[in-house]
T-cell receptor, first 114, second 107 residues
Framework: NAGVTQTPKFQVLKTGQSMTLQCAQD?????MSWYRQDPGMGLRLIHYSVGAGITDQGEVPNGYNVSRSTTEDFPLRLLSAAPSQTSVYFC?????????????FGEGSRLTVL | KNEVEQSPQNLTAQEGEFITINCSYS?????LHWLQQHPGGGIVSLFMLSSGKKKHGRLIATINIQEKHSSLHITASHPRDSAVYICAQNRDDKIIFGKGTRLHILP
């Protein structure tokens, strides 16, 4: 049981380049989400999904796209990277239903945009 | 203003001390989470609770729904407890995080 798998762990981009952060979970969780973590800011929600085919914006969605074509995968796309997107990114998942479930996080992806 | 407030922001204590980290929130919740993040490391879930008290080893989490307040206690603290502790609440379809409490336990 791998839990939440997030790749890559490290990435350096030049301004204007695009990339995709991958997130996959094998726990059949309905809820998946992406956060960025910046010093002094805590974790901020970028996008989230409550099930396949359903996505919604979080607190800081600008510059990021997501899709949820399967229950397992929730990739985060940066279409044109900017230095302000330098951050550590975390993917998380949990079960839903009548009561929310425990949160499971990926190991994080450290992105530097030059 | 962050809707989930943690205190203190930083805490340094001697090994063996009893540690309390507090979390206050402004809106009713369905669940509250306590998470742990070691330096340079990932984030792991310690507790999820919606009422009462939970205990796991030396860690105890409590929540008071009426006062919109939760506490995380660490008994007999150890240097390996040094980490950032994060409080988070479920609200509708979102999870709102506090900014974390950085704990440093001195040997």
């Amino acid at each position: 049981n791998a839990g939440v798998t997030q790749t890559p762990k490290f990435q350096v981009l030049k301004t204007g380049q695009s990339m995709t952060l991958q997130c996959a979970q094998d726990m059949n969780h309905e809820y998946m989400s992406w956060y960025r973590q910046d010093p002094g800011m805590g974790l901020r929600l970028i996008h989230y999904s409550v099930g396949a085919g359903i996505t919604d914006q979080g607190e800081v969605p600008n510059g990021y796209n997501v899709s949820r074509s399967t229950t397992e995968d929730f990739p985060l796309r940066l279409l044109s990277a900017a230095p302000s997107q330098t951050s550590v990114y975390f993917c998380a998942s949990s079960s839903r239903g009548l009561a929310p479930g425990e949160l499971f996080f990926g190991e994080g992806s450290r992105l530097t945009v030059l | 203003k962050n809707e989930v407030e943690q205190s203190p922001q930083n805490l340094t204590a001697q090994e063996g001390e009893f540690i309390t980290i507090n979390c206050s929130y402004s809106v009713g919740i369905s669940a509250l989470h306590w998470l742990q993040q070691h330096p340079g490391g990932g984030i792991v879930s310690l507790f999820m609770l919606s009422s009462g008290k939970k205990k796991h080893g030396r860690l105890i989490a409590t929540i008071n729904i009426q006062e919109k307040h939760s506490s995380l206690h660490i008994t007999a603290s150890h240097p390996r407890d040094s980490a950032v502790y994060i409080c988070a609440q479920n609200r509708d379809d979102k999870i709102i995080f506090g900014k974390g409490t950085r704990l440093h336990i001195l040997p």
